[in-house]
């Protein structure tokens, strides 16, 4: 069975800090995906990586791919109050190519002013 | 217009009644999915169709029912509801399997 270990579970900091937050699994994944879901509504991809050791920025957000493909961190730098949401990691899972998702148990940031 | 639109979006009942969730993706999509979210927040796959076939059918009771009546739907029934039911649950569509997956808001379920 396809576990990801995600943590930390909940983070409070204040606005400006860093943070980062990491998936971690014994397991191979093809990709690696971030999610971002506010209250109420559903996850909103961020980023997909697929290679190993791969590193992608999206504005103060950085992602990496563990080279083994098992593992995967997102760095927050000098975090904003809007970027308080849950973050989700989900790995493509399965031999097939089904489209499955295997998720971590998320995290919850909040970012105060 | 929403991609992906589901109804209703919040669903208060009684143990053992039997009630369904609507999901319908505007956006020509190929594949979609019904995702359960715990109270803690913890996201796990239950059912995948691609072009109306079953391609995904997770460890789930089989009192929940998914029926896709066309690509563009998935509804989820769902039989003699039991407390333990009570989650969110998403739909969410994809181009086909393993492409980005855009979810809809979720349907909250409450059993009393």
């Known amino acids: 069975t396809q576990l990801l270990e995600q943590s930390p579970q909940f983070l409070s900091i204040q606005e400006g800090e860093n943070l980062t937050v990491y998936c971690n699994s014994s397991?191979?994944?093809?990709?690696l995906q971030w999610y971002r879901q506010e209250p109420g509504e559903g996850p909103v991809l961020l980023v997909t990586v697929v290679t190993g050791g791969e590193v992608k920025k999206l504005k103060r957000l950085t992602f990496q791919f563990g080279d083994a493909r098992k593992d995967s961190s997102l760095h927050i730098t000098a975090a904003q109050p809007g970027d308080t949401g849950l973050y989700l990691c989900?790995?493509?899972?399965?031999?097939?190519?089904?489209?499955?998702?295997?998720f971590g148990q998320g995290t919850t940031l909040q970012v105060k002013p | 217009d929403t991609a992906v639109s589901q109804t209703p979006k919040y669903l208060v009942t009684q143990m053992g009644n039997d009630k369904s969730i609507k999901c319908e993706q505007n956006?020509?999509?190929?594949?979609m999915y019904w995702y359960k979210q715990d109270s803690k927040k913890f996201l796990k796959i239950m059912f995948s169709?691609?072009?109306?076939?079953?391609?995904i059918n997770e460890t789930v009771p089989n009192r929940f029912s998914p029926k896709s009546p066309d690509k563009a739907h998935l509804n989820l029934h769902i039989n003699s509801l039991e407390l333990g039911d009570s989650a969110v649950y998403f739909c969410a569509s994809s181009q086909y399997p393993a492409n980005i997956q855009y979810f809809g808001a979720g349907t909250r379920l409450s059993v009393l």
């Open positions: 956006l020509g999509h190929d594949t």
């Open positions: 989900a790995g493509a899972g399965g031999s097939s190519n089904t489209g499955k998702l295997i």
């Open positions: 169709y691609n072009n109306k076939e079953l391609i």
């Open positions: 397991s191979v994944f093809s990709s």
